[in-house]
């Protein structure tokens, strides 16, 4: 990221982003309703002109990568936007008050680092945000977001195996410095 960009060109940028997420939005329920629209459109011409109803029925399944590639682009510029608005502006305003060596709103602490904290519990899958590292009076630090979560498997009513995710919540006090789990989804 140029980290050489004007208040202005920032501004630019993250509104330029979020305009382009509000058109994405405009044309996702647009694609979620052709997709059977076409398809209906080409069953009901099929025997009136077999080439049309197949034109259609193709035109509605296409619908379908087009809705999965839009969700990634919107999911791809949401992380745009956290970046720029992290690295420009919530890191200036970290600096006021800590020394920041790094801040990366859409990373986390090393998992290995995690994986070998004998303090946590056992998990499944992690993901973060919100790192920053820096000395806030004279004291390092490393901060971040976790999301601990643990896998269970179950079977439903129906005997078929199932597999969920829970999330594991840590909560330090600093009073009592004791550590407590909440285990609930």
């Known amino acids: 990221m140029d980290s050489k960009l004007s208040d202005s060109q920032i501004v630019s940028q993250i509104s330029g982003k979020q305009r382009m997420i ?21 069953f009901a011409n ?3 002109n077999i080439g049309k109803g ?19 682009s919107v999911n791809a510029l949401e992380r745009k936007i956290k970046s720029l608005t992290g690295e420009y502006l919530v890191k200036g305003v970290l600096a006021e008050k800590v020394q920041v060596e790094k801040y990366a709103p859409n990373e986390y602490i090393n998992p290995d680092f995690v994986k070998n904290c004998n ?6 899958r ?44 840590m909560v330090f006090s600093l009073v009592s410095s004791a550590v407590q789990q909440n285990f609930s989804a």
């Open 54 to 72: 197949i034109f259609f029925i193709i035109l509605g399944l296409l619908c379908i990568p087009f809705l999965v590639v839009l969700g990634k």
């Open 119 to 124: 303090i946590l519990p056992d998990y499944d």
């Open 22 to 42: 509000k058109f994405l939005n405009f044309i996702h329920p647009l694609l979620f309703i052709a997709m059977p629209a076409a398809i209906f459109w080409g």
């Open 126 to 169: 992690i993901s973060g945000s919100d790192y920053v590292s820096g000395t806030y009076r004279g004291v390092p630090f490393t901060f971040c977001d976790l999301h601990l979560q643990y896998k269970d498997t179950y079977r439903d009513k129906n005997g078929r195996k199932r597999t969920r995710y829970h999330a594991k919540k």
């Open 46 to 48: 099929w025997d009136r």
